[in-house]
């Protein structure tokens, strides 16, 4: 009898080795790939009326691909009599890490929306304001339904800035 448990052991271990194995093959089994168009829409909102809005888009995989937006423009500020730098305003926004969790997109996003103040010089005399908007974090949102996924308020004015994210799955 104690010869029979000798020989049954080896058989059971090797039984729940492989049960863990079939296990763990099926949880490495990569999802297929999917894309997704990203709309975002940056708006300045006034006294509950929307005052301008500036649209982009791109396109983002799930995986390790990530997403970028770069638009804008470089401005020459003065810093001696004979020599400028460059400093860039515009839109720069960030995705990665996206995914498909119960039907809807999980991404990490960061934004950063820069602007001259009005009436600003850019040129001799003092520097110029700049007004900057910067976010990041993980986020999910519905598929095909614009969300607001970040906001702030402007500290000199009534102003808000908002960022809009519609995910459109590609097929």
């Known amino acids: 009898m104690l ?6 052991a080896p058989f059971l271990i090797g039984a729940m080795m492989a049960g863990t194995c079939l296990a ?16 975002f829409v940056v708006k300045e ?13 791109t396109m983002i995989s799930t995986g390790a691909h990530p997403g970028s937006i770069r638009t804008g423009n470089k401005v020459p500020i003065q810093t001696g009599p004979a020599s400028n730098y460059y400093l860039d305003v515009g839109v720069k926004v960030d995705c990665r890490s996206a995914r498909e ?12 929306v820069s602007n001259l103040a009005p009436g600003q010089p850019t040129g001799g005399g003092s520097p110029p304001l700049l007004r900057q908007n910067s976010w990041s974090s993980d986020l999910i949102l519905p598929l095909r339904k614009p969300t607001v996924i970040f906001s702030s308020d402007d ?8 960022v809009e994210l519609t995910a459109t799955p590609i097929r």
């Open 155 to 162: 500290p000199t004015s009534t102003h808000k800035m908002q």
């Open 45 to 57: 909102v006034a006294d509950a009326k929307v005052v301008n809005t500036r649209s982009y888009s």
């Open 101 to 112: 969790v119960d039907g809807q997109l999980w991404l990490w996003v960061t934004a950063d």
């Open 24 to 39: 763990q093959s099926e949880k490495n089994k990569e999802e297929p790939q999917k894309f997704y168009r990203l709309d």
């Open 3 to 8: 010869h029979k448990r000798n020989l049954c």
